[in-house]
């Protein structure tokens, strides 16, 4: 579990740029920092309400992060770095769903010119981890990216090579709000991240999706969802490396 300090309410007006938004909070118009890249367009629209962290810093041109949009009744994450830091905490405590046998090693580990979030260890195996935030769902289905997303596909890319080199490998999808039942890629909004995804999972890549509870005090995962990645009901494939890990 993530628990968040109190969390100040406001109202988004609109977002000049990727990583900010112009909010109104006791009356007043001000500027928020926005940690998630992706479009965000079915969650920041004029008036929704935003729920920030004040933070500091001499360097900072805003004082509050965004931590948190309403969506109807649900709570969603936009502070995309939790889903990294709920992992690590879990995987620090031994205590991530399906993986409980594995150790945490190490975070941001090294392979050849780039970096991965996590490397895990059990016995003589060693796992690298990918870790990717979700916040889009559109009729119960998650979808990821909600941009095109270069660097992604670099990672999974990145990933099969390292099963090639003797690691195991993986990447967990984790949705930041409670409304998901299923994901898939979001195929029309980066095709070419779909294809790869697809590509590694066939070589070995273990696929993991979860949803998170998410309200102003805290975040914490609820339940694995399955994933497809094509018309096709769920391939066996895919369905197995999220039904059944190891």
Same mark, same amino acid.
């Given at each position: 579990?993530? /628990?968040?300090?109190?969390?100040?309410?406001?109202?988004? =007006?609109?977002?000049?740029?990727?990583?900010? =938004?112009?909010?109104?909070?006791?009356?007043?118009?001000?500027?928020?920092?926005?940690?998630?890249? +992706? $479009?965000?367009?079915?969650?920041?629209?004029?008036?929704?309400?935003?729920?920030?962290?004040?933070?500091? +810093?001499?360097? $900072?041109?805003?004082?509050?992060?965004? #931590?948190?949009?309403?969506?109807?009744?649900?709570?969603?994450? #936009?502070?995309?770095?939790?889903?990294?830091?709920? %992992?690590?905490?879990?995987? %620090?405590?031994?205590?991530?769903?399906?993986?409980?046998?594995?150790?945490?090693?190490?975070?941001?580990?090294?392979?050849?010119?780039?970096?991965?979030?996590?490397?895990?260890?059990? $016995?003589?195996?060693?796992?690298? =981890?990918?870790?990717?935030? =979700?916040?889009?769902?559109?009729?119960?289905? %998650?979808?990821?990216?909600?941009?095109?997303?270069?660097?992604?596909?670099?990672?999974?890319?990145?990933?099969?090579?390292?099963?090639?080199? +003797?690691?195991? %490998?993986?990447?967990?999808?984790?949705?930041?709000?409670?409304?998901?039942?299923?994901?898939?890629?979001?195929?029309?909004?980066?095709?070419?991240?779909?294809?790869?995804? /697809?590509?590694?999972?066939?070589?070995?890549?273990?696929?993991?999706?979860?949803? *998170?509870?998410?309200?102003?005090?805290?975040?914490?995962?609820?339940?694995?969802?399955?994933?497809?990645?094509?018309?096709?009901?769920?391939?066996?494939?895919?369905?197995?490396?999220? *039904?059944?890990?190891?």
């Amino acid at each position: 579990m993530i /628990k968040f300090p109190p969390l100040t309410e406001a109202l988004f =007006v609109e977002r000049p740029n990727r990583f900010l =938004v112009n909010i109104k909070i006791d009356g007043r118009s001000e500027f928020a920092h926005l940690h998630d890249p +992706g $479009r965000l367009q079915e969650l920041l629209i004029p008036g929704a309400k935003l729920y920030l962290q004040k933070t500091g +810093g001499p360097n $900072r041109k805003t004082r509050w992060d965004v #931590i948190l949009v309403r969506k109807g009744r649900i709570y969603v994450a #936009i502070y995309s770095v939790l889903a990294n830091r709920l %992992a690590k905490k879990l995987f %620090a405590e031994r205590n991530f769903p399906g993986l409980r046998s594995w150790k945490l090693i190490r975070s941001e580990p090294k392979f050849k010119n780039g970096r991965f979030d996590f490397e895990l260890a059990r $016995r003589d195996e060693k796992m690298l =981890v990918e870790v990717k935030s =979700v916040s889009l769902v559109e009729n119960g289905i %998650a979808m990821f990216p909600d941009a095109p997303t270069e660097r992604g596909r670099r990672h999974l890319l990145k990933l099969t090579e390292a099963m090639a080199e +003797g690691y195991n %490998a993986c990447v967990i999808f984790i949705v930041t709000r409670n409304d998901a039942r299923l994901f898939k890629p979001h195929t029309t909004r980066d095709p070419d991240f779909s294809e790869t995804l /697809k590509h590694a999972a066939k070589q070995g890549v273990k696929l993991y999706c979860f949803k *998170c509870n998410v309200s102003r005090e805290h975040m914490h995962l609820s339940s694995r969802i399955p994933i497809q990645t094509s018309r096709r009901k769920y391939r066996k494939h895919f369905c197995m490396a999220v *039904c059944n890990p190891q």
